[in-house]
């Protein structure tokens, strides 16, 4: 009895050590219910409103305050950046000289081959241009900033806005090529929606049958798995080191003409009886640095824009 | 005091915010960067009271929400963040935590976080992604908030045990 007891005692006393713990630290479960509901109560206002959500207003609030940190965070990281590349060996140049070499030579020779196709293109392109004077500009801008695989969405920042003539849905590019589309836009900074977002979709068309389609992105930074293609016209076959360029128009947020990536492997689906292609794109996005924004030509801005002819206005 | 403590937990956010989509992607593993903001959170559970370490989780979160680049559902990592922050703080013992007993909770914070940030993704369909993928990023999340615990934690937990005196654990 008297053990029983005891040990009853003893049981007592950890379960009051426990109380006093609780008493001292304790999870109030009124706060995370009203916090995980306000979370909810987010998502929710976020999802409904779809386009026009009324969360909209708040993340231009709080680009605009986070914009210019990342501007600056980013030109404070730009110098260290660089440091790899200055420890490339002599046999590294020489080997990339080597390829540029040969691959400068293969150019070279297509180039010559296709006087022919290119004569007749540039027919056609002139009637095009004078038909549809394109008349864009691109805003030069940095990527500052880059979202995080955790939070599942391909978008980067960069550090032109509102001020430099930027808007929602113009087409970013650069160098290689298709980069994305401008999502929405602070003052200074504007998020941009990579086209290998699994929710990025881009009107493409096949450079040498003009056959159009669909180029969704994959979800992966990974050069090869890179973007899907289907084409809308189901019996035509796409063929390997095609080139996809966007069909786009100049209303809708892609510009025509734009390379995109080469197609690297075709499936076909017997179960959709449909075509499906995988293209590797031409932009490098695990390193992405300077891009341009495509503003309609003359608009105002607060840096140098370049003008379709080539010239720096 | 307690101007004081939002302030810092704010500013600590801020600037942890900052690094994570401006620093670390040069140094990020297929595009998964550690997550600060949760270790900011986690270093608030382990030293403060509940109720403030929940509030911070929740702010953090909405920050993380919205901030550029963001794009996903706004309060997706409101609600993570807000769960991450109450288990951390439930796990937390009167005495001053082990190191051991720090890093467990930050992997078992950042698992929970980032699952349940996943999950929101696949049940609200956000963007469609495969489990594997899913997978892949959750584990290498874990790896990335432990590595940078021994660098994070320590300041952050002797910054907020200075500025809460009351609450700060022996």
């Known amino acids: 009895m008297r ?9 007592e006393r950890r379960w009051t050590g426990l109380d006093r713990l609780e008493s001292r630290n304790r999870a109030p479960r009124s706060l995370l219910v009203a916090l995980v509901l306000a979370s909810v109560t987010l998502i929710t206002l976020d999802v409904s409103g779809g386009g026009s959500s009324p969360i909209e207003p708040a993340r231009r609030v709080v680009g605009e305050a986070f914009g210019p940190a990342e501007s600056a965070a980013a030109a404070a990281v730009r110098p260290f950046t ?3 590349a200055w420890f490339r060996s002599k046999g590294d140049l020489a080997d990339e000289v080597r390829d540029l070499e040969a691959s400068n030579a293969e150019l070279r ?7 022919f196709d290119r ?4 027919q056609y392109d002139g009637l095009t241009s004078a038909a549809t004077d394109l008349g864009s500009a691109l805003v030069p801008a940095r990527v500052v900033a880059l979202g995080s695989r955790q939070s599942q969405s ?5 550090d032109a806005g509102s001020d430099a003539g930027i808007g929602p849905d113009m087409t970013v590019v650069n160098n290689d090529g298709l980069v994305g589309r401008v999502l929405r836009v602070t003052r200074s900074t504007a998020t941009v929606l990579l086209i290998v977002d699994p929710d990025s979709t881009v009107g493409g068309r096949v450079g040498s049958s003009m056959e159009i389609g669909f180029v969704t992105g994959s979800g992966s930074l990974k050069e090869a798995a890179g973007l899907d293609l289907r084409l809308v016209d189901d019996a035509s076959v796409p063929s390997r080191d095609d080139t996809v360029v966007t069909w786009g128009s100049s209303t809708g947020p892609y510009a025509p003409g734009v390379p995109i990536g080469t197609i690297t492997e075709v499936y076909s689906s017997l179960r959709e009886a449909s075509q499906r292609a995988v293209v590797k794109p031409l932009v490098d996005f695990s390193a992405l640095d300077v891009v341009g924004v495509m503003v309609p030509s003359g608009s105002a801005s607060d840096r140098a824009i370049i003008e379709a002819d080539g010239s720096l206005r | 005091m307690s101007y004081l403590r939002w302030l810092a937990a704010l500013a600590a956010v801020v600037v942890a915010l900052t690094l994570q989509v401006s620093l670390f992607p040069h140094v990020a593993w297929h595009g998964i960067v550690p997550n600060l903001c949760l270790l900011v959170v986690v270093a ?3 030293t403060v009271e509940a109720p403030f370490a929940l509030v911070l989780g929740f702010v953090a979160g909405i920050t993380l929400d919205l901030a550029p680049p963001a794009d996903h559902i706004a309060g997706r990592w409101a609600l993570a963040l807000t769960v991450a922050a109450f288990l951390a703080a439930r796990v937390r013992q009167d005495q001053k935590p082990t ?3 720090v890093i467990g909770t930050v992997a078992a914070s950042s698992f929970v976080a980032t699952s349940l940030f996943a999950l929101t993704g696949v049940v609200l369909k956000d963007p469609t992604m495969s489990v594997s993928g899913l997978l892949e990023v959750v584990l290498v999340a874990v790896v990335w908030d432990v590595l940078l615990t021994p660098f994070v934690l320590p300041p952050l937990m002797k910054l907020f045990t200075r500025l809460s005196p009351q609450w700060a654990t022996t």
């Open chain 1, 3 to 11: 053990g029983l007891g005891g040990r009853q005692d003893g049981r």
């Open chain 1, 82 to 84: 660089a440091v790899p």
């Open chain 1, 109 to 115: 020779g297509k180039v010559e081959l296709a006087g």
């Open chain 1, 119 to 122: 004569n007749r293109l540039e």
């Open chain 1, 154 to 158: 391909f978008t980067v920042t960069i």
């Open chain 2, 44 to 46: 608030a559970a382990l």
């Open chain 2, 99 to 101: 190191a051991l007993a």
